[in-house]
């Protein structure tokens, strides 16, 4: 992908698969994310930046309720997912997480082998009848992957034996394995070196296919090569969301000129 | 920043006084010596911890291996129907109707006519005087064998009958014979005899298989009281406190590591489970009678009251070890079973439960290690200071009726007044630390085996 082509990217509107209205989010008395608006839409690539702390990857984790486990971390505001409340008492947040996967910093695929690591989803979701669909299910998310060429010969070997990026790779065919209609992901390329990161976007742009792809990144280049839509954050605010190209060339808030340029962050 | 924000720097050392790489200056070698002499305290701290385990083990196995030699008499007892079966009719309830005593005549003939066959001189003239050889049980010993085999009344049957402790203890070193003059058991002429009977092999010292599968005997029975009893109501009480300490355990770690809320009551229970790892294990003994014998009227000195008391004493072990290792589990396990829609309860138990299991696995032996050598809480609910004399049939014998534990009874043989005692006692400790040291390699080895990195 080419940075000059940024402008001239697909910017036709698509179906809003996510939408975020005034989301609050609380650590106990820490405020850590103020008012937040925010459509999302489906096949699309959504990357939030911002500096550290800022509050993308817990906004990040509000999308499939994974903030759920933190005990003291309270969430207000409404965040629909093709028009249904997440956050609603009727929803269980263990079928949210099927719909909506998710895909780590580092690289954690479970110590067990690859077959397992990609079955385990589709095995308690109940997705494959049999052993036979279950390999079909395998194959393919590994192959969505872009590491089904690499590993084909030792499904039985642990996951945590593969290399840093092929880890991640397997974490995301683990993801993909569900068959999610979002995949989340924070920092997914940051514990891996730049050819496996180059793949793992490569992948991403794949994955836009069939996917709503949101990802947290730190480097404004990958946020530049990979996503169609960027969200700036900043001190817990979305200070600027829009095309991608847009945000990069000709942002509308100082704020996101400053960290853009390097002067804040 | 200006260069005027920054503090004046002390004078460098002038170029004249430069010190040379080759030779090192004071401070350094000041530093080398505070090395030094902190790792010799290190030294010297693990050669004397070394030296007392040397001697500690040198003391149990010198004062204990004793314990599993054991003096015979071979000696051929004439079985005369005439004081056994004076029907002749070879009947069962006639043949259990002869007490002891009526044995006793027979086998210490048996020992005297030895004596003659061999040529021995001596100045004890009656078959009588052969009592101080005997072992109180051998006429046990043999009307057993009688009781079983009645068609051996009326033959010569050769017996390897136990010989009394005191001649046990000549042989050991146990007794000298300046001693034997203040002994009213045994005196100079026996020992002569047992002198001049050892070379013919008809007294002799062999390995005492009894000693490891026999029942306790009674205070003037040294030689006939073994360990074997006592060790299977050590058995039952592992089986109780594994059944019950191991799910219990296990289940409320799971629950207040994983699933419980973290505020103030689980807080208070936490604290309070740390602090029931360090209550001294008499109070779970007096506990223990308090409920399981006079409130729940359990039966006394069982196996299974035991086991209660041993499990409410290990519970906390196994807690705090089996959180510990939950929490070794990376989250990011946790968070990638919850990410791809495993429940709250899959993620432990599909993915951080089988991580965690060498750490409880080993905790847990590590805990019932403890409760094999708990010897306070047994005191207090009667599992000592009897003589646990048949081994349990079955099950629920095994459970309920009286029995002793290892280390009460090596406590109880301690207590004893008869120096053979003791070195059964010391016997004994080296059966449990071989119990204790193979649970704990067992405990290493698991760890090691299934220990996963990641």
């Not at chain 2, 081994?391 to 406590?411: K, R």
């Amino acid at each position: 992908m080419n940075d000059m082509r940024i402008l001239e990217r697909d910017v036709d509107a698509k179906a809003i698969k996510i939408s975020a209205k005034d989301v609050q989010v609380f650590y106990g008395d820490n405020h850590a994310i103020k008012d937040v608006n925010v459509d999302i839409q489906d096949k699309t690539v959504t990357a939030f930046i911002g500096p550290s702390g800022c509050g993308k990857s817990t906004f990040l984790r509000c999308l499939n309720r994974m903030n759920d486990t933190i005990d003291i971390c309270r969430v207000e505001g409404d965040i629909a997912i093709d028009g249904e409340d997440i956050y609603d008492k009727r929803v269980d947040p263990v079928q949210l997480r099927a719909k909506v996967g998710m895909v780590f910093q580092k690289p954690n695929p479970f110590p067990k082998s690859i077959y397992d690591n990609v079955s385990y989803g589709p095995r308690i979701h109940g997705l494959a009848k049999n052993k036979a669909e279950l390999d079909v299910i395998v194959e393919q998310s590994l192959r969505r992957a872009a590491i089904w060429d690499e590993v084909k010969d030792r499904l039985g070997a642990p996951g945590t034996g593969l290399s840093g990026g092929q880890q991640q790779r397997l974490c995301i065919a683990r993801a993909v394995a569900t068959q999610p209609e979002v995949l989340l992901m924070d920092e997914p390329c940051s514990a891996l070196d730049p050819i496996a990161t180059a793949q793992v976007e490569e992948l991403i742009d794949e994955l836009r296919q069939n996917y709503s792809v949101v990802i947290v990144t730190h480097s404004m280049q990958q946020a530049a090569r990979v996503s169609q839509k960027t969200a700036f954050f900043h001190l817990g605010n979305l200070v600027e969301y829009g095309e991608t190209g847009t945000i990069f060339t000709n942002p509308e808030d100082p704020r996101t000129e400053s960290y853009i340029t390097g002067r804040i962050g | 920043m200006t260069d005027a924000s920054i503090p004046a720097m002390p004078a460098a050392p002038e170029k004249g006084n430069r010190v040379s790489l080759m030779e090192p200056d004071a401070r350094t070698q000041k530093r080398k010596a505070a090395e030094r002499r902190f790792r010799s305290y290190g030294i010297a701290g693990i050669a004397t911890g070394i030296f007392f385990l040397i001697v500690l083990l040198i003391s149990i196995v010198s004062s204990g291996a004793g314990a599993f030699q054991q003096t015979f008499i071979n000696a051929s007892v004439y079985l005369d129907p005439v004081k056994l079966d004076k029907n002749g009719n070879r009947d069962i309830a006639d043949l259990r109707k002869v007490s002891t005593f009526g044995y006793t005549p027979l086998i210490q003939q048996a020992v005297f006519d030895k004596l003659e066959q061999n040529n021995i001189e001596t100045p004890l003239e009656k078959r009588g005087d052969m009592k101080a050889l005997i072992s109180a049980s051998a006429a046990a010993q043999v009307r057993d064998v009688v009781l079983e085999n009645p068609d051996l009344i009326g033959e010569t049957v050769d017996f390897r009958i136990l010989a009394s402790s005191r001649v046990d203890g000549y042989l050991k070193g146990r007794v000298l014979r300046e001693d034997v003059a203040r002994d009213k058991n045994i005196d100079s002429e026996h020992l002569d005899l047992v002198d001049a009977l050892v070379p013919l092999g008809i007294v002799e010292k062999t390995f005492n298989i009894d000693f490891i599968t026999g029942a306790d005997a009674s205070e003037s029975r040294a030689e006939s009281a073994g360990i074997g009893v006592a060790m299977i109501g050590s058995f039952f009480m592992m089986m109780v406190v594994l059944v019950l300490s191991l799910p219990i355990g296990v289940a409320a770690s799971i629950y207040l590591e994983e699933f419980a809320p973290k505020n103030r009551w689980t807080d208070l229970i936490e604290v309070n489970i740390a602090n029931l790892a360090a209550v001294p294990s008499i109070v779970f003994g007096i506990l223990g009678l308090a409920v399981f014998i006079q409130f729940m009227h359990l039966p006394q000195s069982a196996p299974l009251v035991g086991g209660l008391v041993l499990t409410l004493m290990t519970l906390p072990t196994i807690i705090i070890s089996t959180r510990a290792s939950l929490k070794a589990v990376p989250p990011s396990i946790r968070d990638a079973a919850l990410g791809v829609g495993a429940s709250k309860m899959q993620s432990v138990f599909h993915h951080v439960l089988p991580l965690a299991a060498p750490g409880i696995l080993t905790g847990t032996i590590i805990g019932l290690a403890q409760a094999l050598g708990e010897t306070a809480p047994l005191l207090l609910i009667g599992m000592v200071g009897f003589i646990a004399s048949n081994a349990p049939d079955g099950v629920a014998s095994g459970l309920l009726d009286p029995n002793s534990a290892m280390p009460a009874q090596i406590y109880e043989w301690a207590k004893r007044a008869d120096p053979a005692f003791y070195e059964r006692a010391w016997g004994g400790i080296i059966i449990l630390l071989g119990f204790l040291i193979s649970m704990n390699t067992l405990a290493v080895i698991l760890r090691r085996r299934f220990e996963r990195r990641w």
